[in-house]
């Protein structure tokens, strides 16, 4: 007795294609995924804010030299940076460019007393928890995170603050250390001291061991 045959001689090869087809598309569509998820499009990185003043970090900390601690005062004792009230500005602006048109915003606000309303360039999940004094005085300089502002015409976001690229520094934070003076210090190099180097700054600054850094409760609260 015989029987018909139930599937063509090509069927096996159709099933074939049709499955590497089905995990060449899954395949695919992680790849796109991870590659939409870490692009500058969904981090930020690279982006521009508008501001109600165009503020230019390339001016004022590349061309005149000033300190990052003269504006952002707070962000050695305090959970936030903060940014520099009107009078700050008004300290030299009193005397030059007095009548510039794009510095109105900041006369008005002198005389008002009304704040500047500032848009933040660097924004994290509310779940986040980041103190820039706790990172500052523990030896992780202003370039680490916010790059080379003296470059800046207008302020970008330098780095991506995707929680893997926290971590890649949370796991290993002696190559993001700096001695106490180069903390501001934009495009610093370690060079061969020995008092510059990861090991002996980890220690300058009893750095937490990893395991303290990358428990959850440390970023998230």
Not at 70 to 78: D, G, I
Not at 161 to 180: E, F, K, S, V
Request: aromatic share 10%; proline share 8%; charged share 15%.
């Amino acid at each position: 007795m015989s029987y018909a045959q139930l599937f063509s001689p090509g069927a096996d090869f159709t099933v074939r294609v049709a499955l590497a087809l089905v995990l060449g598309g899954l395949g695919a569509t992680v790849y796109a995924a991870y590659v939409s998820n870490a692009s500058a499009a969904t981090t930020g990185q690279g982006r521009f804010v508008e501001q109600p003043v165009p503020f230019s970090h390339a001016h004022h900390v590349g061309g005149l030299g000033i300190d990052c601690r003269y504006c952002h005062e707070y962000a050695w004792r305090s959970s936030h940076a903060g940014l520099p009230s009107s009078d700050t500005c008004m300290h030299c602006h009193k005397e030059i460019w007095t009548d510039a048109p794009m510095l109105e915003p900041v006369r008005e606000s002198w005389r008002t007393g009304q704040p500047l309303m500032w848009r933040r360039v660097y924004e994290l999940p509310e779940h986040v928890f980041f103190d820039h004094a706790a990172h500052v005085n523990g030896g992780v300089g202003c370039e680490s995170c916010h790059g080379r502002v003296d470059r800046m015409p207008l302020m970008a976001q330098a780095t991506p603050l995707q929680m893997q690229w926290c971590l890649d520094c949370h796991r290993d934070p002696g190559p993001n250390l700096r001695p106490p003076d180069a903390i501001t210090a934009l495009g610093w190099s370690r060079g061969r001291e020995p008092t510059a180097q990861p090991e002996a700054l980890q220690a300058l600054y009893q750095t937490p061991p990893a395991g303290y850094l990358t428990d959850c409760s440390a970023c998230h609260r």
